[in-house]
């Protein structure tokens, strides 16, 4: 099979977008009837119910010695009763190498065909993937939505074209002439792009699809098999997906076992196990960074991590400061900061926040903020689906704590209810002011719903503090609010030596929060927040190996 | 300062040069006095006796606390008496961390006008440098030469075009425009590549600029200073380039310490303390496995490698099995081999080879082999100048230690004269026979002047064998020798896996050893030989971070 026309235009278009870097979307990220259908939501909330409390029998796979399952409605707070097919590490890496042979030898046209299909297959599950979204990690019904179906797509789709352009960057081959004075010494060379060998795909429990498909996709368009091994919590989003890969690897022809799920329990792990095994040339990690420094220091893979970081605002100067606190208690509720890009250290100077009004004090944007978070999260037809629920219960305990640290409580962390799931687990953002020189309490990660406003000596003193915090921990946004051109330039050169992206200004209906596919870079790979980056063409780039041969021309 | 419009030409034909792959050269390779200048060798050869006994002054460094060095000739077996500034490694640091404020804000054309015009100074003193590349690693007069000079050069200009194009890959600033509905959310967003930090190239004995200078230039062009620590042993070549980079960045306004010499003694070591100090960032190395992989430990750092090998050559059949043995012959005894493209083991069939006038057995090839090295370097207008001499004694004793090996000796090593050094250190190639199943003997490097033929029960055992040398040892060469075109494609296919590219029936004057800029991607990154390639696009791209920023367009 070779890749249709109406494909081609696709992953075409993908590559232009790429380095146009400006807005483009493949794949519509609105949940409106008018795109995906009139029953399209219900459709997908229904076939969702069917899979639960049974087992999930789409993977097209073989050879499971046992079925398990662990995942557990955040919302519900029972489990989702789902069973997956178990296979050992040496069958699972067995048959990705048997599939590696005819997967390889695929141009990369028919591979980026294949991959594209499945996206297309993909596109007709995306509510499905949005309610088993919801009821694994917690997030509420637009970003479940969003995230794991049209935006996880597109950075599919980003990933075949940036594989795709570096797969066809140099000739297959050319003939090499050169003069030598009274002849010409010809050779006839060509190379090939040669992919390393057997992906492993570690996911993590809030983002199972967004943060693993570009991976997965980008190991497969460059040649590899792929393992996929979800968070035991969050396996279903991901195995509709991979699902999908399978029935456009089989209609191609190819081995459904060039994508395979890897599903184990909290319980009996298989991931060092996987990850350790010699076969495993690429692995591709999103989780926490204790593990994450382990896979990275594993020899003769190459590796790709998003691990975790501590995201500042700087807060210098702004038009409107009232949009600038409504924005950032936005970007602070949303998912009950459960995103890897939520802001968590909000730094202000002591002396305030220069407005056209006047210096806006500490103490008074603290209680602006405040008051924003009260009314966003208080608002029954917003609060409950911004918030979300809480994927993982040691998130609350987290949470909880942070009000008996050393700080100023400026807002306790609270439930609300959400009228259509009573049991659903929910915290409100808990928001503590601390002093610029208690580092020790800001200096990590708070993962969950927590802010803390940081009284510094002045901006440059806030900007010295989220450079340094980027460089030592890690980073993988970056807020900041300023009317001075050159304190501009100056946070971003400063936060640009840390490898962070800054956001400026942002106010209304676009956060921080937010990185969007074909145009932002998602995590530098500069920092330690991790050595990747969606999709940057190192991405890509170090999945394969170009080799040549030369013959000589007689 | 802005790059001119000749050095943009040739920047701009480089960049067209690296993506056909075709032949390409800036730098003329013959040291012709018509391409060169009538006095060009003469003045060169005398620039260079000048240089002999005295401290090497032009390096635009100041804060030496001492003045060392400890060059000894091949040819002559006696100290140089070079003497080169000595500075801390905290020194070092510093001034290349000071520099780097300035170097990082140049544009790419500003970066690649400055390094262009680096090498254009040192065009001017290729003959120079063939002389120091000479006395320092035994290199014949046109290896010297060529390696060090036109071809570095043109490794180096590589290098530039490689970076040069990857910084220019992505828009500096576009609008991002996303409709929303009712209206258009828009962004404004910039994006810039950052420097990861100070990068320290390590150098080998014998290959001082052509191993050097790619990641010199890699990680000058991409805005990282750099400290260039040769090794002790053959320091005065790369010295020569050092000073005209320096000459070049004082000429351009920009800090001398942006390229700075770190000259140590193989007592006094300081490699170890430079590679593992945070501020350095990215690490070029050339040399033995043992410290590469330990320069791969270390973590934090772009590392790129390399290391040592076994190269094979699989001589399944030909057509004119004579011109084979005499290509051969040749590769073996170039520059005593000691070039990481070397062939060491020649794998036969016990059947032997097949020809168009019949099966040649191992032992007739054996025999034309030993016949054709002898023919070599017994001729006194080829032999001297073909071998040139031993950099190492260590190598001498490894040759010696050859015959002592479980095989059949088919040539023992010796020594001829060379008539214009009569102390040179020479030692001819031995040649050993070998079985198949003596793994022991031949599964390492033998660096130098080794040749081993081995045995095997038939081609694809010898693939077997060359594949598996290159799994476990690394290769950055392969030879072979077949007139099947199925063969042919199994073997690039096979050792494609071993990411080892594969040289197919070369004969008369065109050798495995060689690889061109430009063209051939030397050392793949993708076995244990190393795990860098010049100059693929990921050897400059892990030098620097994509780094965004958005700012709302209100």
Not at 128 to 146: D, K, L, R
């Amino acid at each position: 099979m070779s890749i249709s026309a109406a494909y081609k235009m696709i992953l075409d278009n993908a590559v232009i977008a790429l380095h146009k870097r400006t807005f483009f979307a493949q794949y519509p990220e609105h949940p409106s009837p008018k795109i995906y259908g009139e029953t399209a939501d219900k459709d997908g909330r229904e076939k969702f119910q069917e899979l639960l409390n049974k087992p999930f029998d789409e993977l097209n796979q073989q050879r499971e010695h046992k079925w398990t399952g662990s995942e557990e409605s955040p919302y519900l707070q029972e489990p989702l009763g789902i069973e997956y097919p178990v296979m050992e590490a040496a069958t699972l890496i067995e048959r990705a190498t048997e599939a590696f042979q005819g997967w390889r030898k695929a141009s990369p046209e028919d591979r980026a065909g294949v991959l594209i299909d499945s996206l297309e297959r993909v596109k007709n599950r995306f509510f499905e993937i949005a309610y088993a979204t919801m009821h694994t990690t917690g997030q509420g019904y637009m970003m479940a939505f969003q995230a794991s179906g049209p935006h996880a797509a597109d950075r599919a789709l980003e990933a075949i074209a940036a594989g795709f352009e570096e797969l066809k960057r140099f000739p297959d081959a050319v003939l090499w002439d050169k003069p030598m004075g009274k002849y010409n010494l010809k050779l006839n060379k060509t190379w090939r792009a040669v992919p390393k060998g057997i992906g492993l795909v570690i996911g993590c429990s809030t983002f199972p699809t967004w943060n693993s498909v570009p991976g997965i996709y980008a190991s497969l368009i460059t040649g590899n098999p792929v393992i996929v091994k979800p968070h035991a919590g969050a396996v279903l989003p991901i195995a509709i997906f991979v699902s999908e890969i399978t029935n456009a690897m089989k209609n191609a022809g190819y081995s459904v076992d060039t994508c395979q799920l890897a599903v184990d329990t909290i319980d009996a792990p298989i991931t060092k196990e996987l990850a350790e095994n010699a076969a495993i040339k690429v692995i591709d990690y999103t989780g926490n960074s204790e593990f994450g420094n382990y896979i990275e220091s594993l020899s003769g893979k190459s590796v790709f991590t998003e691990k975790t970081g501590v995201n500042s605002v700087i807060i210098d100067s702004a038009e409107d400061i009232d949009k600038v606190a409504q924005n950032l208690a936005f970007s602070v509720a949303l998912y009950s900061g459960q995103m890897c890009t939520a802001p968590q250290n909000l730094l202000i100077s002591r002396d305030g926040i220069k407005t056209p009004s006047g210096m806006v004090s500490f103490e008074e944007f603290a209680q602006k903020f405040v008051d924003n978070i009260n009314g966003l999260v208080d608002n029954p037809k917003a609060g409950p689906f911004v918030l979300g629920a809480i994927q993982n219960p040691k998130t609350c305990a987290r949470t909880e704590s942070v009000e008996k640290l050393d700080g100023k409580v400026w807002l306790s962390s609270r439930t609300i209810e959400n009228p259509m799931f009573k049991n659903a687990r929910i915290m409100t953002p808990v928001v503590l002011e601390v002093e610029g020189k208690d580092e020790a309490i800001y200096a990590k990660e708070l993962f969950g719903p927590v802010a803390l406003l940081i009284k510094t000596r002045d901006t440059y003193d806030s900007v010295s503090i989220a450079q340094r915090m980027a460089m030592i921990h890690g980073a993988i946004s970056c807020g900041a609010y300023t009317t001075d051109g050159d304190m501009k330039e100056y946070i971003a050169d400063q936060m640009a030596l840390a490898a962070t992206p800054v956001s400026f200004n942002l106010t209304g209906g676009i956060y921080l929060n937010q990185h969007a596919g074909f145009s932002d870079f998602h995590v530098t790979g500069g920092n330690p927040a991790g050595n990747a980056s969606f999709t940057n063409p190192e991405f890509v780039i170090k999945r394969f190996t170009w080799v040549g041969t030369r013959e000589l021309v007689v």
